[in-house]
């Protein structure tokens, strides 16, 4: 599946390849338990580490008028009918024009 990670301290954004879902997802963002925000209805989220401010990751990133997240992210497409994640939607460089770097 096609996702990018969103990388704060180097201020960067790559597209990946997820086969392993939410559990890869949450290996790649060093999470017990990730979060998802939909930044578009019926769209792709923002996957990203629930306890990422009291776990204090280093970096910082905010999409559009979101709350800022710490540490790095995933986007991923919308929830698929079993719950599982889909393809990333957004193209890389219509993301990098929502994305504002903090750190």
């Known amino acids: 599946m ?8 180097k201020s960067e954004i790559r597209a990946i390849d997820l086969t392993n879902g939410d559990d890869e997802a949450k290996q790649l963002l060093g999470a ?3 979060e998802f ?5 019926g769209g ?7 306890d990422c401010f009291i776990t ?9 008028t ?4 710490a540490g ?13 994640l889909t393809d990333v939607l ?3 460089e219509a993301l990098r024009a929502r994305i504002k770097f903090l750190s």
């Not at 204090?56 to 559009?64: A, C, E, N, S, V």
């Open 2 to 9: 096609k996702a990018y990670f969103i990388d704060p301290l």
């Open 32 to 34: 017990k338990a990730i």
């Open 37 to 41: 925000d939909e930044i578009a209805t």
């Open 44 to 50: 792709d989220r923002l996957c990203f580490d629930e």
């Open 56 to 64: 204090q990751k280093p970096g910082r990133f905010q999409l559009d």
């Open 66 to 69: 979101l709350a800022p997240v």
């Open 72 to 84: 790095s992210a995933l986007l991923v497409g919308a929830a698929a009918a079993d719950g599982g």
């Open 90 to 92: 957004i193209d890389q």
